[in-house]
DNA sequence: GATGAATGAGTCTTCATTCAT
DNA sequence: AATGAATGAAGACTCATTCAT
């Protein structure tokens, strides 16, 4: 008599392997056998909880993106002033630990998966958006106390979310113009430019 | 008599091919025989110029860039004053037309591939200097001019870069709340931002 | 349950159809599609079960040798005397059946392509050292019972052996001065020049 | 206006190359642009003076037989007594330098390939009777002049160029138990046993 | 629930051959 | 006479998917 809890437990296990084989050699190389060897599982074993390799690799992203914005939730519900929430959302986005950096790679492939994909798309709208909303909520905290200066909170948490992205990008490529202590400078470089006092001034 | 270019000229046409078909079908479906097509040669024809569909595809990619940063050249030579420069730089980047989005997308699978190829990741540190560079003179030469306020040119210069790629991701993954009109204007806020008389709001 | 033997006995049936392939079309024309026909199974099959073509056909020579050697252990321990077993050595190679000329056919290949592969090298080492020794036992054994005069008995091994493999080719070649019974009737008068009464002596 | 000779010296020309890259890679790997490069010329002039890479390879085993036995033509009209004679067909087919091991790995080559090519038959079946006339005349020169003992010379023919055949396969695949120096001391043997002294007969 | 043997469609790649120049 | 650009048929190899056990 099967576990009833046996199916989930085995998608997860099975979702943890992709990522990690997707992080590892990107969706192109991705084999389901590859999976199946990292999730130490036989190759019909992953046909039997996903009908195809897409179905697999959709779920991946989905359960990336999830474990990511999950990971970060507690930032929202901090006690701490929005400044300091900012600065937690840069620090838990820089690719520096192992998981940061996985998860940003399966992001790199989903997104360049997700151009012609409108499933994708789909994932990453609703995904993306509860990340923007979570970062735009912080600023309005900070603009409704004050210490943030006036302004379209949605294009504030716009420029940080986009310059995160495009600076991590820099960073995973080893760039030797963007390290990961030069993204931190710059993301709290343009933090400390949305305060009251701000910009510049000097 | 061997036709002087005829090297030269076959493979601009295939690598002209190869990225229309990475941009329409990204990287993990390119098959050699559509970039065939797409030129009007025989398979056969692509391998007599490329020994393998990695070389043919990295060559893509570095021929990409190449006439990315052709195409904006004129940008760092033109006489406008700064200001002006910056919003060029904006503008030819929007994904707005085919030609643009053709390239993003085809810079959307180069760093997806790059992050496990250091070939491409050479090939994005130098070619994406360039850009960076490009983008800072023109902030260094507002600086000059006292038209754009203190501060690291090349900081500045990466928060505008990494703000377009980041956004310009969102912008061909169709999300619904970052629109090309959206994105543009979070671009020319920020660079309004770096205005002498700056302070935004206030 | 898996089958306990399903691994070495398809194996097996590959290895068998592969050396009549190489016996009927010499490795030149081999087309792993070919074995797979023969034996009766898919192509994916042949690559389920060796890694490359390379591979299989090195496997096939390597079973082609063992299964020669094995059927030629029997002359070792025959009780008769070791004229009759020379003898039966001779016959046993006459390239008349359908078996022995795909024997030599596949050795044929070995050879040719051993040239240059030292896997192969050292496979015939192994194989056709084992086979000189059998000779040359049965040599040394009539050294022993009086019969066969004085000698090297490797020495004369080498002359019986290297003689039946260079008529071998030429009867295989279809040679009109070197027919079956020719080559048998000068094989067996070298191993009559063998006998005490006979040559060398002194 | 065409040199006359233009033809037979570049057919020449590539028949050595040709030769060359056989011995080298065997006939397997043989690729018509290999020989190209090593004629020196381009791929397009094989063609145009062999129909096809079959006519270029029998071409050039035909060559390379004709080649072998002009070089030793010299020792049927050698002054020299049999036994001399019958040494200097020995040493002269030991594969020690690098013109006659070329030339042995083309026959190996021939071989395998003969078993299923009639022409390549018909051509072993006149090129290898030749040579195998020119020994049994040496040995019937023997015999006349009563240094030989009596018995068929064409089966003695057979007996020694078939051993010749035979060790030096075993030598050209580098075998451990059958060098060169082993090979030349049981050729003499052989041929020792040939002499008058020497019984056999009865 | 899980396995792994077996499949075969899909592709890259090779290379003999052709032919305009 | 000679070239080398171009072809396309052929074949090795991969791997998602199926299914009997």
Redesign the pocket.
Known sequence: M??PS??AE?KDQILRATCQVIAEQGYV?????DVAKQAG?????I??YFD???DLVHAAFEYNFARSLERRRWILDSPDDPFSRLRFVIDSYLPVDEETIEAWRVWAALWAEGLREPNLQELNERMYGDWRRLVASIIRDGQDSGQIRAGDPVQFANMLISMIDGMAFQVLLHSQNMTVQRMKATCLAYVDGLSQASPSSK
Chains 1, 2, 3, 4 share one sequence.
């Open positions: 099967p576990r046996v199916e085995r190389n991705l084999r389901v056998s599982v036989s190759g019909g074993t046909h039997y195809s390799k897409r």
